[in-house]
């Protein structure tokens, strides 16, 4: 499985962006699909995951303003990131977990000016 992810770039604090996130193989409804992200200086960490019957895990720091979602027909995943600011710059990573193995897309930057 191979996990392609757009959507990054530059904003200014207060603004929004949108990630998208796109698996080449079958995640089962079952499995989770999200995002991490690794800030400046910092270990990865979880933003976000989604998965059918668990429902919607953020980071504490997320909360209220970003949404997950997902099409689990296309095997989509996105992130939609609003009232943006500097904390939240950093290389966010789209995940996938499938017969018991976790799979990384490549990463995508996210940059929040003040």
């Known amino acids: 499985v191979q996990l392609q992810a757009s959507g990054g770039g530059l904003v200014q604090a207060g603004g929004s962006l949108r990630l998208a996130c796109e698996a080449s193989?079958?995640?089962?409804?079952?499995?989770?699909m999200g995002w991490f992200r690794r800030r400046p200086g910092s270990q990865r960490e979880l933003v976000a995951t989604?998965?059918?019957?668990?429902?919607?895990v953020y980071a504490d720091s997320v909360k209220g303003r970003f949404v997950i979602g997902r099409d689990y027909t296309k095997n989509t995943v996105n992130l939609q990131m609003d009232s943006l600011t500097p904390e939240d710059t950093a290389v966010y990573y789209c995940?996938?977990?499938?017969?018991?193995?976790?799979?990384w897309g490549q990463g995508t930057q996210v940059t929040v000016s003040s």
């Open positions: 193989g079958t995640i089962f409804a079952n499995n989770a």
């Open positions: 995940y996938a977990r499938q017969r018991e193995t976790d799979y």
């Open positions: 989604i998965t059918y019957g668990t429902g919607k």
